[in-house]
């Protein structure tokens, strides 16, 4: 038996549709208490026990809440209170609110045509899938911009009705066919909870693309025209397919890459391996669960499915694997069905073929084509588009660790989750303490630091390998280089000058400091919502992003700005804001804007142009 206290010491993931029923559950009068119980719901006391957990409101109140085998709550039916007004209660309410979100968890999947009937996942024939311009999804895509103009409007972290009245939203619009939508509004509730828990691994510049996609495709389904071809092939794209189904690959070769830690503020946690074949194309297993983000280390020991004597780690460590019978999503992910047969076989090291040729890319393509990836639909972006494979010396730049890649120029290294549970901030210190060495670094682009790379892993001269989040490094790694770091003057390695310090190399420009502004100013607005947005547009900033050479960024500022202070009389003469999906319309244009020209600046920084057009 496990005790905890609140959402953070021991309440089970939720289905986003059980979260969702919480308020359609409460009567209107118990709304606007809600707020208040969620945060009372942080101090109740949580006990774990056998395929349940229970909350202890008070000494005469308990809500308890079955749990799957997953560990999760799957429906509003599942979590049931002890008090008399029952189910309708604020107690079942806010224990539902204030519990993470669960996320999509994988089932073993059957070969194709073994018992599933040509269906796709759900049970759903293609044929019977729901048309994205009826009248159900039309219904659902106007709820789900309202849902998502409502969070632009109070804030990330104003109030929890406007992030369950999202939920709701969600779980319509997943019935009606709008897949895409409903997930990237699931993926904004969940960036509110953490928001609103202060988690670490929140990320602003997370939310501010969530909200923005989601509405993005709410708007392209809303404005689609039945009788246009070409509308209603958007809209259908803006729709999405149901949740990844697996198709037969049949035999696979694969070579361990490495191994990475997963850990949400949801509360599940795991392990991801990724190999490669000889084609060139990644592929990746995965044990994710719920558990607290220490469960990443158990997870990298488990086994692979289907008999091979090998776990995730030691595939990713240099292992070979041949896999038959296997299954694969668009994604790139592995299924561990029932057909699936796995035998260990020679691996490489990065230094050789056929992980060699990762390396042999020049980083800006690199860059290029990971940015490219950044506006498909997550689900199906090929697994590890977002990866760059980088060799060059470690250096350090005011105590923390960088890297001056071949061919591109020094950035610096980012732990990718800063939690005390996992190695990376550790090791990247060490790093900073041991610059001058040549290394082969895995990184990730991180959207809020272009400036640097999220690493990852690493291999030192000598060919250790290391995953940066589950080892630890040992004192001297990496080794240090026969030669000086290009560039730089001899000198101490302690972080104030000398060979293993910042060369001459120009690192990667900041972006127009115009431009910065519009930035923030988009993503204020999200944080504090439109209150804040008043004041987060500067008035002259439009003038200054023409002056800049920015005319498109200024045209996004004068309507924010507009949006943000236009105002209308009520019937009493009390001045209100006016219309919000003006406003939501208007900030919806600068945040793609300002995302879209991120992603030109950072492609344009890494080929050596640091202009970006306007």
């Not at 996942?121 to 159900?136: F, H, K, Q």
């Not at 109030?159 to 939203?169: D, N, V």
């Not at 592929?283 to 994710?288: E, K, L, S, Y």
């Not at 003057?489 to 060979?499: E, F, I, M, N, T």
Request: glycine share 12%; net charge neutral.
């Amino acid at each position: 038996m496990e005790t905890g206290t609140g959402a953070e010491g021991g309440l089970p993931p939720v289905a986003a549709g059980a979260a969702a029923q919480a308020l359609a559950d409460l009567p209107a009068r118990l709304r606007k208490r809600l707020d208040g119980a969620v945060a009372k719901a942080a101090g109740w006391p949580v006990t774990r026990v056998e395929g349940a957990a229970r909350v202890a409101v008070d000494p005469d109140t308990t809500v308890v809440l079955a749990l799957t085998e997953h560990g999760t709550v799957a429906s509003a039916a599942a979590v049931t209170c002890d008090c008399l007004l029952a189910p309708a209660c604020l107690h079942r309410a806010a224990v539902l609110a204030a519990a993470p979100l669960a996320e999509e968890v994988e089932e073993p999947q059957a070969p194709p045509g073994e018992g599933a009937g040509g269906r796709e996942e759900g049970g759903a024939e293609p044929s019977a899938r729901p048309d994205p311009l009826g009248p159900a999804a039309e219904q659902a895509a106007q709820a789900l911009w309202a849902a998502g103009v409502a969070v632009l409007r109070e804030g990330a972290v104003a109030s929890t009705l406007p992030r369950t009245r999202l939920l709701h939203a969600a779980q319509a619009a997943r019935l009606a066919g709008l897949h895409r939508p409903s997930s990237a509004a699931v993926r904004v509730a969940r960036r509110l909870t953490e928001a609103r828990g202060a988690e670490p691994s929140f990320r602003l510049a997370e939310l501010v693309d969530d909200l923005a996609e989601l509405l993005d495709l709410t708007r392209v389904i809303r404005a689609a025209d039945p009788a246009d071809p070409a509308a209603r092939a958007a809209a259908h794209r803006a729709a999405g397919e149901a949740r990844r189904t697996y198709r037969s690959s049949g035999s696979l070769r694969l070579y361990g890459l490495f191994t990475e830690p997963v850990a949400t503020a949801s509360g599940y946690a795991g392990a991801r391996t990724y190999a490669l074949d000889p084609g060139g194309g990644l592929r990746t297993f995965a044990v994710i669960a719920p558990g607290p983000p220490e469960r990443a280390r158990s997870a990298a020991s488990a086994p692979l499915p289907g008999g091979a004597a090998l776990t995730l780690r030691e595939l990713g460590r240099g292992a070979g694997l041949i896999a038959t019978g296997a299954t694969l999503t668009e994604d790139g992910r592995i299924g561990g069905g029932t057909g699936l047969r796995t035998v260990t076989a020679s691996g490489a090291d990065w230094s050789a073929d056929p992980l060699d040729s990762l390396w042999h890319r020049p980083p800006a393509e690199q860059v290029a084509a990971a940015l490219a990836h950044q506006g498909t639909d997550a689900d199906r972006r090929p697994a590890g588009a977002d990866l760059l494979f980088l060799e060059g010396t470690v250096v350090g730049r005011g105590g923390r660790a960088a890297l001056v890649p071949d061919g591109g120029p020094p950035v610096l290294l980012h732990a990718p989750d800063e939690r005390p549970e996992l190695a990376y901030a550790g090791n990247l210190r060490r790093l900073a303490e041991r610059p001058g060495g040549r290394v082969r670094l895995i990184g990730r682009l991180a959207p809020d630091r272009p400036s640097g790379v999220a690493a990852l892993a690493l291999t030192t001269d000598g060919g250790a390998r290391y995953d940066l989040g589950l080892d630890r490094l040992p004192p001297g790694a990496p080794a240090p280089a026969s030669a000086s770091v290009p560039g730089s003057a001899p000198g101490r390695a302690d972080g104030s000058a000398g060979a293993g310090h910042l060369p001459s190399i120009p690192p990667l420009a900041p972006p127009p400091v115009e431009w910065e502004l519009l930035s923030r100013a988009v993503a204020r607005t999200v944080a504090g919502g439109r209150a804040l947005a008043a004041a987060a547009v500067d008035p002259e900033l439009p003038g200054r992003l023409v002056a800049a050479g920015l005319p498109t960024a200024a045209a996004c500022a004068r309507s924010l700005a507009a949006a943000t202070r236009a105002r209308r009389p009520d019937p009493l003469g009390a001045m209100l804001p006016a219309d919000p999906d003006a406003f939501a319309t208007a900030w919806l244009a600068a945040a793609l804007y300002t995302g879209a020209a991120a992603r030109e600046f950072t492609a344009t920084a890494w080929a050596g142009n640091t202009s970006i057009s306007a």
